[in-house]
């Protein structure tokens, strides 16, 4: 009987679906729709994850037609597809596609999307159920909840439910944070609120929870009685491209490190919740990030660092400097890379230095968490050659390109005489489970139709984030750096972030 139950509950996780409903896209025709949303339904269609009774509505503001926007989307998917695109699966799905051109301001446009949302309801049997996605520019979040509400389109009435999802940047500091959070709150509820962080659609994110708290073996040692320090980074081998406008008002602490980084840190650091349900988890990554200390004014200039890219070589081609970017002021002090050294004050982590650097234009697309062990004591290996090359035991999380997760250890190299070296062992998702290429988006989707925000921001882990970085950008404001740019394209960073670990007798891992 156990048995039975237990293969009913694998089942259920299993064959898991969205529930029926419209999808609304706010911005439907810019590159987040073509590049993630559309080819992440497609992977969720393929996989028979959406419901039958589902459907999208497109809004924005070039005055395309159904037709026009089915055929623009049906161009675009052969480009940015994940996989293989079924050109039946593709026509089906293409008959639940919709437009609605207006002006987000506009209270018309709501009316209007009233209108063809009803439509929607009759002729592909959604029952009232809206997903609102704001794949906007963020000067539309706020407006766009107050017209919905103007509109009676969030309101939650005979058994349909109305979502919101919001992609960041979700304020720019603390202050705007809360207003934005107080803002969008006059018109929802916080369960009916979605902010995204595509980061958490990772498989090997999402894994670190499992592999914490599913094996025996390692949340023993996951704390500060073994653990040396910690290193997160988030490295890109892009540069701003076209988005200089945006990066000049945003910059890289703001950009990266509130949202994505500190998520990372959050699930790597984070106790263990009392069940999986979102609340607790939420709750538990909450406490993570408040718990880290407040870097005061004084201690910025020895925590943080920032860098900008010069001109270099990135593949062996040649790459201009940030200030010769579109868009980029000559004399731009925006910075392109942040590196900080954080401590989180409770029973678990105390002592123990969390390093986090993203860049742009560096030697490798890479995300990671890698924990650095504490060195086992040499007493047994000092009358032998390596005596001085003990290596520290490493676990490295790979979050992308490549998936997986590493554990380096020392092992003896054969022959007489004893030698250690230091031996790897790698588990690749896609090597081991066939996995077919993913957006990141899809996990994300899945759970906003079925209403799970486990992977999803609360108003208060917003807030904590900003807290951590408000004083920092309050200090860079103040004091405009005196060396940019300050570290060369295809490089790993400035040398500061180098002297921001050897200060401690630390350096940033060789990553391969």
């Known amino acids: 009987m156990a048995n039975a139950e237990a293969t009913n509950q694998e089942n259920e996780v299993t064959e898991r679906v969205g529930d029926p409903c419209v999808m609304v896209i706010f911005g439907a025709t810019g590159d987040l729709t073509k590049r993630m949303l559309m080819p992440a339904l497609h992977n969720l269609g393929q996989g028979k994850r959406l419901a039958k009774q589902f459907a999208v509505v497109g809004v924005s503001v070039e005055p395309f037609s159904t037709p026009e926007f089915r055929t623009k989307l049906s161009s675009d998917i052969q480009e940015f597809a994940t996989t293989p695109v079924e050109k039946d699966l593709w026509e089906s799905f293409s008959n639940r596609l919709y437009y609605q051109a207006g002006d987000f301001r506009d209270p018309n446009l709501y009316q209007q999307l009233k209108q063809i949302l009803a439509k929607v309801d009759e002729e592909q049997g959604t ?21 919905l509400g103007a509109a009676d389109l969030g309101r939650e009435e005979q058994g349909h439910w109305r979502r919101v999802i919001i992609e960041k940047p979700f304020g720019r500091d603390l202050d705007s944070a809360r207003a934005l959070n107080k803002e969008i709150k006059s018109g929802l509820e916080e369960r009916q609120i979605y902010r995204i962080d595509h980061y958490l659609g990772k498989e090997t994110v999402q ?25 997160i980074t988030v490295a890109e081998t892009v540069g701003v491209e076209q988005r200089g406008g945006y990066y000049e008002q945003s910059g890289a602490l703001r950009d990266m490190i509130p949202n994505h980084t500190l998520q990372l840190l959050s699930m790597t650091a984070m106790e263990p919740p009392i069940s999986f349900e979102s609340e607790p988890v939420r709750d538990e990554k909450a406490k993570v990030l408040n718990a880290i200390q407040p870097t005061v004014a004084e201690e910025v200039l020895t925590r943080a660092v920032r860098g900008q890219y010069g ?17 980029v002021k000559p004399d731009s002090a925006v910075e392109t890379y942040a590196a900080l050294e954080l401590h989180i004050d409770n029973w678990r982590w105390a002592g123990v230095p969390f390093y986090i650097r993203t860049g742009k234009r560096m030697a490798d697309r890479v995300t990671e968490i890698a924990i650095q062990f504490k060195r086992a004591p040499l007493l047994l290996f000092r009358k032998t050659a ?77 807030e904590a984030g900003w807290a951590v970085v408000t004083p920092i950008l309050d200090v860079w404001k103040a004091l405009p750096p005196r060396h940019f740019p300050n570290y060369a394209s295809g490089s790993w960073g400035p040398k500061e972030a180098d002297e921001l670990l050897e200060r401690s007798g630390r350096r940033w891992r060789d990553i391969p």
């Open 127 to 147: 029952p009232g159920n809206y997903l609102f996605y704001l794949a906007t520019s963020p000067v539309f979040f706020g407006e766009i909840v107050k017209q």
């Open 207 to 231: 894994n670190m929870l499992v592999f914490r708290f599913g094996n025996g073996i390692f949340e023993p040692i996951w704390n500060r009685r073994y653990v040396d320090h910690v290193q």
């Open 311 to 327: 001109a270099g070589t990135i593949g062996h081609e040649p790459v201009p400097a940030y200030r010769s970017e579109p868009a």
């Open 386 to 462: 390596a005596a001085d090359e003990l290596s520290r035991n490493l676990l490295v999380v790979h979050v992308q390109p490549d998936e997986g997760i590493s554990l380096r250890f020392s092992a003896k190299i054969p022959g007489p005489v004893v030698r250690l070296g230091s031996v790897d062992m790698n588990f690749k998702y896609n090597e081991y489970f066939s996995a077919a290429p993913q957006t990141g988006y899809e996990t994300l989707l899945l759970d906003s139709m079925v209403g799970d925000p486990t992977l999803f921001q609360r108003d208060d882990m917003v």
